[in-house]
């Protein structure tokens, strides 16, 4: 595999993060009947009205705190040469969240990673700050894990993610959902398919619950094959349908990083195309 393939795809990757981010930023947190109501089909980069709830008037185009944290990620990987120091993390999203509140962004910090913060500035270990972190702000911000790890070699792999989920997603939902995830990206730069490529993020995201702190929850591995079957041979309008209804699209990672899964295995199997999946996402 060519240097310069790999670059492509780990650039198309962080791409795929912010674009599909900006799409989805007007609409996050508001209710799917609003959505429709207010911007039927999104197909295009729109701004969000004052009404926001997270992020009121943004212009079309920005990009939310998921975005801004994966590259928060990808500086401290470069910075520690491939691995990621846990409690530098955790002193770089305080200070992350500082300059954002210091612009009057009401675009913070996630309240699993929000309460980490706090353990950690109560004194707690990295390890015992994330021991509740179940919702998806891990896997939204493990795209560069993904593109500087390598899935093919698990242990060290493995070892990555958790060193990036460790502070704020400590439990096995947060780390399987996020390994999930940034095995999918490593795939893609190692040259897999799609299908492969998914195939794989959920056999890593069924290793990875043996890291992180026991949490109640439907399993990441399971639901993601259990969506693929649910939305075989549904139609786009029921796809969406179940998506929302049956699947979920909340913080919950068992929900939203499995409808993501959902969406693109039916990319993989041509009977949706990408910018359609990404649309119908936002």
């Known amino acids: 595999m060519s240097a310069t393939f790999q670059q492509d795809r780990g650039l198309g990757a962080f791409y795929g993060l912010a674009l599909g981010d900006a799409l989805g930023m007007p609409t996050q947190s508001l209710p799917r009947a609003l959505i429709l109501q207010r911007y ?18 943004m212009p079309a185009g920005a990009i939310t705190d998921d975005t801004e944290q994966a590259i928060l990620v990808a500086q401290l990987l470069v910075a520690g040469g491939g691995s990621i120091d846990p409690t530098a993390l955790a002193h770089s999203l305080i200070e992350w969240e500082a300059a954002m509140k210091a612009k009057g962004s009401y675009d913070l910090l996630g309240p699993s990673t929000k309460r980490a913060i706090e353990m950690i500035l109560d004194g707690h270990s990295p390890e015992e700050a994330g021991r509740f972190g179940t919702t998806n702000g891990a896997a939204m911000r493990i795209t560069p894990v993904g593109i500087a790890g390598d899935v093919s ?20 939902l947060g780390i399987s959902s996020a390994a999930a995830v940034a095995a999918v990206v490593s795939a893609g730069i190692n040259g897999a398919p799609l299908a492969e490529a998914l195939e794989t993020g959920a056999e890593v995201a069924l290793s990875a619950e043996r890291h992180g702190h026991w949490v109640a929850g439907g399993r990441i591995a399971a ?24 699947i979920g699209t909340s913080v919950a990672s068992q929900e939203s990083v499995v409808a993501a899964f959902t969406l693109a295995h039916r990319v993989a199997s041509s009977q949706l195309s990408p910018f359609d999946a990404v649309c119908m996402a936002a």
């Open 40 to 57: 039927g089909r999104i197909s295009t980069l729109i701004g969000a009205d004052a009404d926001q709830p997270i992020a009121p008037n």
């Open 223 to 246: 639901r993601i094959q259990w969506a693929k079957a649910l939305c075989a041979d549904c139609t786009d309008e029921q796809l969406a349908d179940r998506v929302h209804d049956v």
């Open 153 to 172: 070699k698990r242990e060290a792999f493995m070892a990555l993610v958790v060193q990036a989920c460790q502070v704020t997603h400590n439990t096995t």
